[in-house]
């Protein structure tokens, strides 16, 4: 019976669940604020994961960009404080980018649905368009 997930999606399932509860109970840099842990990808050699992260209620790069090197600073305490947590042998160097497809999605919900919108639209001018020549041919005859 194969294995439904190999070692490395294991390990990042782990490293997300316990930095997800490391950042919010131990990390206190007014920098960072709220952090959403969204994914993590692993290594196959399991040396290194990238966190993706995002920070809610900030949406301007100029607060994203210190939030997310405050935590890059943050990650050898955060990585020994994993081991501590882990029985692995040794724990993946940690490094935190901002996750844009969280952002990526909301764009482009937005514009389904204003693409969406304006078809009606155009579909009601439509209907309206034939029911008035409808109407103006009856009057004809």
């Not at 999605?105 to 937005?110: A, D, M, V, Y």
Request: net charge neutral; aromatic share 6%.
């Amino acid at each position: 019976m194969p294995r439904e997930f190999n070692r490395s999606q294991r390990v990042a399932d782990f490293v997300q669940k316990e930095l997800a509860q490391l950042i919010q109970q131990n990390i206190r840099d007014p920098r960072i604020g709220m952090v959403d842990v969204t994914g993590v990808e692993v290594t196959r050699d399991l040396s290194y994961a990238k966190v993706f992260v995002t920070f809610p209620g900030k949406q301007e790069e100029t607060e994203i960009k210190p939030a997310t090197k405050a935590l890059n600073h943050a990650a050898g305490f955060l990585r020994s404080q994993l081991a501590r947590r882990s029985a692995m042998r040794s724990t993946p160097r940690l490094r935190f980018e901002f996750d844009t497809s969280i952002r990526r999605g909301s764009e482009l919900t937005k514009l389904i649905d204003s693409v969406v919108e304006q078809d009606k639209a155009t579909q009601d001018k439509a209907e309206q368009d034939k029911q008035q020549q409808s109407n103006d041919s009856q009057d004809e005859e």
